[in-house]
């Protein structure tokens, strides 16, 4: 039932009873980063617009040209997808949406980068232990936007370092939380996840 799996990638199933049908296990052996070729029925009018936006760029004595150009090859587009929508690939007849809902994934960053499949509920409760187990100060209010006036007060009591043309690109507008996401160690017992923290959103990232 289960496909031959190559050489270069080996899905790691942490639980028994997860399954997948052959459908979905023919999209998962192609890779995380594998792209599906299925478009969006309007994706011809998107490209037109596409198009548009570029021949604007111009200058004006040559756009005509290329208009005509370019309306060809619609029409020709057009002419070839009476639907306007390009079928995917049977082999990826399959909704990734609904296989990454079924099922967790986490690539380790060891063994040759292998695929870790484990059920939501696993990975959320070895997000929980990891913070549990490891004397975590757990709080109640949401520090982020005492942060960011903190930080945007220091910048500006910075005037020495800190320049008042150039404080804005110091202060991270739409900041928020850093977020974790866990990785899983196979190789270790209990498979517990190795933590991978995100601050690009952090109201000090910047500064």
């Known amino acids: 039932m289960t496909p031959q799996v190559p050489d270069t990638f080996h899905p790691r199933i942490i639980n028994n009873y997860i399954s997948f049908t052959n459908s979905e296990m023919t999209l998962l052996l192609k890779g995380m980063k594998y792209n599906t070729h299925s478009k969006k029925r309007n994706w011809i009018q998107s490209l037109s617009l596409e198009a548009e936006t570029a021949i604007t760029q111009l200058p004006p004595r040559e756009r005509v040209v290329y208009r005509k150009l370019i309306a060809d090859r619609i029409n020709k587009l ?61 709080i109640n209010a949401e520090p982020t936007s005492t942060f960011q006036v903190e930080v945007r007060q220091t910048i500006r009591d910075s005037k020495t370092l800190i320049p008042k043309d150039t404080r804005r690109r110091y202060v991270n507008m739409n900041s928020s939380a850093p977020s974790i996401k866990g990785l899983i160690k196979i190789h270790k017992p209990q498979q517990p996840i190795r933590p991978v923290m995100n601050w690009r959103n952090a109201p000090a990232y910047r500064l």
């Not at 399959?94 to 939501?120: F, S």
């Not at 509920?121 to 549990?132: D, E, M, P, R, S």
Request: proline share 7%; glycine share 4%; net charge positive.
């Open 78 to 138: 057009i002419m070839q997808n009476p639907t306007h929508q390009t079928p995917c690939n049977k082999s990826d007849d399959v909704n990734p949406k609904q296989t990454k809902r079924k099922h967790r994934y986490g690539d380790t960053g060891r063994q040759r980068n292998p695929i870790v499949i484990l059920t939501t509920l696993q990975y959320v409760t070895k997000l929980q232990n990891f913070v549990l187990n490891n004397n975590f100060s757990t």
